[in-house]
Each structure stands twice: as C-alpha cells, then as structure tokens.
C-alpha cells in the first residue's frame, strides 16, 4: 500500500522558513517522481516542486524557483522541501503525492494518484 505522511507546516513570518518533509512507503522510491503541490482557499491546486530520487531530476514552479529546495534521502524514502523567504502568497496546503511515474508531471494533478493528507503553512506578513 501506498503512503504518503507530510509534517513540518505550521505558522511563519514573512521571509521566514519551513522544511516539509513527506515519508513515504510502499512503491519504488528511487524510481518513481515525488511532488509537493499546494492549493490554497478558492484556488486551484498547483504543483511547486518535484524529484526523481534515482537520477536526481528536480523541478520548480517559477513562483518558489531560488527560495524553495527539493531534496531526497533515500535510506529514509523521505522527501523535504526546503522553504526560504516565505511570503504571504505561499500560504497553503501543502501535499506530496506520486504517480507510479518517473516523470515530474506536476502541470497536470490529476495525473498523480496517490496522495498524503496535507500540512497547513500559514505565512503572516
């Protein structure tokens, strides 16, 4: 069974930091992409970044692209996302899910099937 278990949100001061961590279980962590995606009150969810342990792909969103970081630990099947210079637009749920797909197809959510429950990140200005 696939799992996914985000942690580390809670509340922040603009330009501060926040690293999610996603442990995950149950399917092939070194070959298969892992994403955070978020999505705010009345919007759209949105991918943010994303990593193929095995060969070490990265990608951002162009909105957290030079403040957010995207790292693996393998041993752990646990993923992080690295949050610097939060702002008041980054306020969200974030998620981590996989596709079963070493592709980071974060344009499309509805892609990516399994998900974990999502962590609250609130950015006060």
């Known amino acids: 069974e696939v799992q996914l278990v985000e942690s580390g949100g809670g509340l922040v001061q603009a330009g501060g930091s926040l690293r999610l961590s996603c442990a995950t279980s149950?399917?092939?962590?070194?070959?298969?992409?892992v994403a955070w995606f978020r999505q705010a009150p009345g919007k759209e969810r949105e991918g943010v970044s994303c990593?193929?342990?095995?060969?070490?792909?990265?990608y951002y969103a162009d909105s957290v692209k030079g403040r957010f970081t995207i790292s693996s630990d393998n041993t752990k099947k646990t993923v992080y996302l690295q949050m610097n210079n939060l702002k008041p637009e980054d306020a969200a749920v974030y998620y981590c899910?996989?596709?079963?797909?070493?592709?980071?197809?974060?344009?499309?959510?509805?892609?990516?099937?399994?998900w974990g429950q999502g962590t609250q990140v609130t950015v006060s200005s």
């Open positions: 990593i193929v342990s095995g060969d070490n792909t990265t």
């Open positions: 899910a996989t596709d079963w797909s070493p592709m980071c197809r974060v344009q499309y959510p509805s892609l990516w099937g399994h």
């Open positions: 149950g399917f092939d962590f070194d070959d298969y992409a």
